[in-house]
C-alpha cells in the first residue's frame, strides 16, 4: 500500500437534536488501512459521529460518502457488505443465540457460512458461548459478539465503525481486540472507533480525531494528538508520558472539572 | 410450508363440506314450534293461546324456565335452534334489521320469522295479526287481545288537558323516563294521565329537569322499594304522588298492555290527594 | 460465500417439534368442535352432543370452525405485529386500544349512515363489506396514536404501554358511546352482542374467504421476511446498519397488523387477550425465529378460539351458552398478570 484510498469520508456534518447541536461543521476521512481513534468527553459527540458515519442517523447537514459515492446513494446489501457498525450498547430481542446474533451480519447477502460464524466467533474469544442466548452475556460479551457480526459482515477490506468497544473488556479482551482490529487494519480494513482510554488509542490508532463539544479540536497523527498536554486540556486532567502512552494522573484534582469521567 | 400447505389442505377439505351441506336434507320437516328470540314476543304467543307450542326461549323470557335457551345477547345458537326443527322463529329485530344467521338458517331450514319493532300497540296489533296469520294462537284469544289493544289504542288518543301529568321512571341511577312515543306513554295516556316528558324515545334526565317537570305522579316502574327513598330525597317544590307498577310485564310492549293500562289508572286513582 | 453450507436456519428441531405440536393442538381442537354440538334432549331440553351431525348442522360447525380459526389467527399475527412494532411484549390490539378504534370506526359509519345526504353516502361506503373499511380505519387510527406517542416518547416500557393503551382504548371507548347517545335507543342494543365478542356461526362465506385469504397471505408475508424480522431484533441502528429497511418493515408492520385486528374485529368482535398471548405461545414452543414464530402464532391463535368455542358448546349455566369473550378473558386475564409479573422480574 503506498498512498492508501480514502474509504469513508465525511463533510460539513450537522447534527442537531431540537436546539441542542451535537456536532458541527465535522470532517472526517478514513484511509483504507489505517485507523482512526476519536476522543473527546463525555457528550462530546464521539457517538453521533460515528452513528452518522455508519449511516444509522441521517445528520441535519453534511454528507458521508463510501468509497466516493454518498451513502444514501448506496443499494442496501452493496452498503452492509462494506460498513459495518458495533453499537456501544448491542441489543438483542428474543431469545437468539451468540452464534446466530453474528449470523445477523449476513442479513443482507441472504445468509452467511457457518465456518465464518465460528471464526469470527474465535476471534473474539467466544466460541465456547456461541450456543448461549445472547441475553445471557454480559455487556463486554455483548461487545465482542457484536464485533464478531462486524467482522462477518464486512470481510477483510471493509470500512468498520466502532463506538468503544473496549470500555466494558478485561484488559487481557482489550488486548484482543485490539489485535483484532489492527490485524483487519492490515487487511486492508478502514477503522473508525471512539477511543477512552488514552493507552488503547496509543495502542490501535494511527490516526486520532480529538472532540470537543462537538467540534474538531485537533485531527492528525496519532503521535501528535496524544500528546499529554493535548490530552490533558481536552479531558481537564494532568497526563504524564508513559511506557505505552499518556496516562492520567487521576486524584489529583489539577483542573476543576465538572462532568468528565 | 408444508405446515401451511397442511392447514390450505384442511381448508380444502372442510370448504367442500359447506358446498355439499348447501341443500337441506330431503326429509326434512319443520314442525310446529315456535323458538322465541324475544322475551316480549313469548308473552303475546302465551296470551294468545300458544304457550305449549313454545320450543325455545331467551334468558330473560318468563313462564318457559323448562325450555332451551336459543339466543342471548351474543346471537342466535344456531344448533339449538335447528335442532329446536321450529316451524316459526319470534323476534324483535333489531334497527339494524333483522340477525342475518337467522336470515342464513331459514333459507337453510325453512322457518318463518315472525316479529317486529313493539313500540306501541300499534306494533303489538301487528304482532298479533302476524302471528295469526302464521297460524298461531286460539282464534278467540286473537279476536279479545285484539280489541283490547284496540281499546287501550283508541283510549290513548283521547287526549285530556285536564289529565293528571305523570312522569314514568323506570331507573333512578341516572333517572330515565319513558318519553313518547314508547308504549308507557301510551299506556298512562290511555290510562287517563299525560306523560310530563316531550321528548321521544328513552330519555336521561337530571335532578333538576326531574324537578322542573313537576310532575303530579311520579310512576315507577320497578320492584326496588329503596327508589321511593330515593324519590323522597328530592327537593321537589310540590311533591308529588310516588306510585310503584312493579312486575317484569310492565318492562315488556305486550298484549299485556291493557293490564297495565287497568293497573296504571287504580294506581293513579289511589294516588288522588 | 458458499451457499452450501449456511447458518442453520430457524426453525431448529425445537422450532419443528413445537409447530407440528401446535398443529395438532389446533387440529385436535378443530376435530373435537366438529364433534361437539348442541342439541334437544328427549325433554326437549338444550344438551351437549357428541358426534357428526346432519348436513346443516355440519355446515354450520365448519363455517364456524372456519371463523374461530381465522379470527384467531388473525388476532395472533395482528399482536405479532404490534409486539414486533413496538418493542414490547405486551402489545396486542386489544390492549392497545386497537380493537376499540376499530369498534368506533364501525359505530362512526353506521351513525353516518343513518344521517342521510352525503354522510349516509360515506357511512354506507364505510359499511360495505361488513364494515371492514370503516374498521379497518379505526384500527389503523388507534394503532398509528400509539405509535406516534411511542415515538415521541422514545419507546415505552411495557407497563408504560399498557397504560397508553388503556388511555387509547377508554378514549373509543367514549367515542362508541357518544354515538351510541346519538343513534335512537332502539339501536343500542344492537352492540352489545358485538361488545362481547361472538364467532357467528354462519358468516358469509366471502367473509370467511376474505379473512381467511388475508390471514394466509400475511403468514406468508411473514414467513418469507422472516430472517428480516429476525435481524430487526437487534437494536435499531445495528439492524440499520445491517441493511434492515427498518422504516418499510415497521409502516408494514402497523398495516398488516391494523388490517387484520380490523378483520377480526368485524368477525368476532373485540375478544380479549388471544391476540396477546398467542405470540408468546409462538414463541415459546417454536423458539426465536420469527420463520417458526409466525407459523407458531397463527397456529396458536386458532386453537385458542377453537379451544374457547368447543368449551363453551359444553358449558350452560342455564342462560344459553357462555359468550366466548368471557372464556378467553378468564384464562387470558390471570395470563396477561402472569407476563407483567415475568416482565417485572426481569427487569
Known amino acids: ?261 | 410450508m408444508v405446515v401451511l400447505l397442511g392447514l390450505l389442505g384442511l381448508q380444502a377439505l372442510l370448504v367442500p363440506l359447506i358446498g355439499c351441506a348447501d341443500e337441506p336434507g330431503p326429509e326434512r320437516t319443520t314442525g310446529l314450534g315456535i323458538a322465541s328470540l324475544s322475551p316480549a314476543m313469548t308473552t303475546i304467543v302465551r296470551d294468545l293461546g300458544a304457550g305449549d307450542r313454545l320450543v325455545g326461549r331467551t334468558p330473560w323470557c318468563r313462564g318457559v324456565d323448562d325450555l332451551p335457551v336459543v339466543g342471548a345477547l351474543d346471537g342466535v345458537d344456531a344448533e339449538v335452534l335447528v335442532g329446536l326443527r321450529p316451524g316459526v322463529v319470534v323476534h324483535q329485530p333489531p334497527a339494524a334489521g333483522t340477525d342475518p344467521v337467522l336470515l342464513a338458517l331459514r333459507e337453510r331450514v325453512g322457518f318463518t320469522i315472525v316479529g317486529g319493532r313493539l313500540d306501541g300497540s300499534d306494533d303489538v296489533i301487528a304482532a298479533i295479526d302476524a302471528l295469526s296469520a302464521a297460524g298461531i294462537g286460539d282464534d278467540s284469544l286473537v279476536a279479545r287481545h285484539r280489541t283490547a289493544m284496540e281499546r287501550v289504542r283508541s283510549a290513548a288518543a283521547e287526549s285530556r288537558d285536564d289529565a293528571r301529568s305523570v312522569l314514568v321512571l323506570f331507573a333512578l341511577d341516572p333517572f330515565a323516563a319513558a318519553g313518547r312515543e314508547t308504549y308507557l306513554d301510551e299506556v298512562v295516556r290511555a290510562a287517563g294521565g299525560r306523560n310530563v316528558t316531550t321528548r321521544p324515545g328513552w330519555i336521561e334526565l337530571s335532578v333538576e329537569e326531574v324537578v322542573g317537570l313537576h310532575p303530579e305522579v311520579v310512576l315507577l316502574v320497578s320492584s326496588d322499594v329503596s327508589a321511593v327513598d330515593t324519590l323522597g330525597a328530592i327537593p321537589w317544590t310540590v311533591p308529588p304522588a310516588v306510585v310503584a307498577l312493579d312486575g317484569a310485564e310492565a318492562l315488556e310492549p305486550s298484549t299485556r298492555m291493557p293490564d297495565l293500562v287497568e293497573r296504571v289508572e287504580s294506581l293513579l286513582a289511589g294516588a288522588g290527594m | 460465500m458458499s451457499g452450501s453450507s449456511r447458518t442453520p436456519r430457524i426453525p431448529s428441531a425445537r422450532g419443528r417439534g413445537g409447530i407440528v405440536g401446535l398443529f395438532l393442538i389446533a387440529a385436535i381442537a378443530a376435530g373435537c368442535r366438529l364433534l361437539l354440538g348442541r342439541g334437544i334432549d328427549a325433554d326437549g331440553g338444550a344438551t351437549t352432543v357428541v358426534g357428526l351431525p346432519e348436513a346443516v348442522l355440519l355446515e354450520i360447525r365448519v363455517s364456524t370452525i372456519l371463523a374461530a380459526a381465522t379470527a384467531g389467527a388473525a388476532l395472533g399475527l395482528s399482536g405479532l405485529a404490534f409486539q414486533t412494532l413496538l418493542r414490547n411484549p405486551l402489545a396486542s390490539p386489544w390492549v392497545l386500544g386497537v380493537s376499540s378504534g376499530a369498534g368506533f370506526g364501525l359505530m362512526l359509519a353506521m351513525w353516518l349512515a343513518r344521517l342521510g345526504g352525503g354522510a349516509a353516502m360515506v357511512g354506507g361506503m364505510l359499511l360495505a363489506g361488513a364494515g371492514i373499511p370503516a374498521s379497518a380505519i379505526g384500527a389503523l387510527l388507534a394503532i398509528s396514536i400509539v405509535w406516534m406517542l411511542s415515538r415521541r416518547l422514545g419507546g415505552f416500557d411495557p407497563v408504560g404501554l399498557v397504560l397508553c393503551g388503556v388511555v387509547t382504548s377508554a378514549t373509543f371507548g367514549a367515542g362508541i358511546m357518544l354515538l351510541q347517545h346519538l343513534v335512537p335507543s332502539g339501536v343500542r342494543g344492537d352492540l352489545v352482542g358485538w361488545m362481547m365478542g361472538r364467532i357467528p356461526e354462519l358468516a358469509p362465506r366471502w367473509l370467511l374467504a376474505v379473512a381467511g385469504g388475508s390471514v394466509g397471505l400475511v403468514t406468508i408475508i411473514g414467513w418469507r421476511a422472516s430472517s428480516m424480522l429476525d435481524a430487526a431484533s437487534l437494536g435499531d441502528d445495528e439492524a440499520r446498519s445491517i441493511g434492515v429497511p427498518l422504516e418499510a418493515m415497521r409502516r408494514w408492520l402497523l398495516v398488516l397488523g391494523g388490517g387484520l385486528a380490523a378483520i377480526a374485529v368485524v368477525l368476532v368482535g373485540p375478544i380479549a387477550f388471544v391476540g396477546l398471548l398467542a405470540p408468546h405461545a409462538g414463541r415459546r414452543l417454536t423458539g426465536a425465529g420469527h420463520r417458526g414464530v409466525v407459523l407458531g402464532t397463527v397456529l396458536a391463535g386458532a386453537s385458542m378460539l377453537l379451544v374457547a368455542d368447543a368449551v363453551r358448546q359444553v358449558v350452560d349455566l342455564g342462560g344459553g351458552r357462555l359468550p366466548v369473550g368471557v372464556l378467553t378473558a378468564l384464562v387470558g386475564g390471570p395470563a396477561f398478570l402472569g407476563l407483567l409479573l415475568q416482565g417485572r422480574g426481569r427487569a
Open chain 1, 1 to 261: 500500500m503506498t498512498k492508501a484510498a480514502v474509504r469513508l469520508s465525511a463533510d460539513g456534518l450537522t447534527v442537531r437534536f431540537g436546539a441542542v447541536e451535537a456536532i458541527a461543521e465535522l470532517a472526517v476521512a478514513a484511509p483504507a488501512g489505517r485507523v482512526l481513534a476519536v476522543l473527546g468527553r463525555n457528550a462530546s459527540g464521539k457517538s453521533t459521529l460515528l452513528r452518522c458515519l455508519a449511516g444509522v442517523l441521517t445528520p441535519t447537514a453534511g454528507t458521508v460518502a463510501l468509497d466516493g459515492r454518498p451513502l444514501k446513494d448506496w443499494p442496501r446489501a452493496g452498503r452492509a457488505s462494506r460498513l459495518g457498525y458495533l453499537a456501544q450498547q448491542p441489543q438483542l430481542a428474543g431469545g437468539f443465540t451468540v452464534a446466530e446474533s453474528v449470523a445477523f451480519g449476513g442479513h443482507a447477502v441472504g445468509g452467511v457460512a457457518a465456518s465464518a460464524v465460528g471464526e469470527a466467533l474465535a476471534t473474539v474469544g467466544l466460541e465456547p458461548l456461541a450456543d448461549r442466548p445472547f441475553g445471557d452475556l454480559s455487556v463486554g460479551q455483548r461487545q465482542r459478539a457484536a464485533m464478531a457480526r462486524v467482522l462477518v459482515q464486512v470481510g477483510a477490506d471493509g470500512v468498520m465503525i466502532l463506538d468503544e468497544p473496549f470500555a466494558a473488556q478485561d484488559p487481557g479482551e482489550v488486548d484482543r481486540l485490539i489485535r483484532v482490529v489492527r490485524a483487519r487494519a492490515a487487511e486492508g480494513a478502514a477503522v473508525i472507533a471512539a477511543v477512552h482510554d488514552a493507552t488503547v488509542a496509543h495502542a490501535i490508532a494511527d490516526d486520532v480525531l480529538l472532540l470537543d463539544g462537538g467540534r474538531v479540536c485537533f485531527a492528525g497523527a496519532a503521535g501528535d494528538g496524544l500528546s499529554p498536554d493535548r490530552l490533558g486540556r481536552l479531558f481537564g486532567l494532568d497526563f504524564v508520558a508513559g511506557p505505552s502512552g499518556p496516562t492520567p494522573r487521576f486524584g489529583l484534582g489539577i483542573m476543576p472539572s465538572d462532568d468528565s469521567a
